[in-house]
């Protein structure tokens, strides 16, 4: 489904409301799925992308969960992936306010 998208966190600090109102959404094609190469299907989490064109806009969801629905509107929460440090895994809470995008709205940009 195509949506607008402002992630809410930055590497698992949750942003002001006041930073939040000025950032300008991503557009791209929310994909959620079990979908992973040789893995169980029956047990593997959710996993959570924006796309365009195959293209990856954000860093996916891991363990990815739809925490909210109204009008047009959803939460998307999981966790984010941000590479390896020299120690550890760079894994951070996310989440993703996502509106829905209409037929209309997509066919003016």
């Known amino acids: 489904m195509l949506v607008d998208v402002i992630p809410l966190r930055h590497r698992g600090q949750r942003l002001p409301a006041a930073t939040l109102r000025m950032r300008t959404p991503i557009r791209g094609q929310l994909w959620i799925t079990r979908f992973r190469p040789a893995v169980d299907k029956d047990t593997t989490p959710l996993l959570a992308a924006l796309l365009r064109e195959r293209e990856s806009l954000l860093p996916p969801l891991d363990w990815a969960e739809v925490r909210t629905v109204r009008s047009w509107q ?29 037929d209309s709205e997509a066919l003016r940009r």
């Open 74 to 102: 959803l939460i998307v929460t999981g966790i984010e992936d941000l590479g390896f440090s020299d120690k550890a895994p760079q894994l951070f809470r996310q989440s993703w306010w996502c509106r829905v995008v209409t």
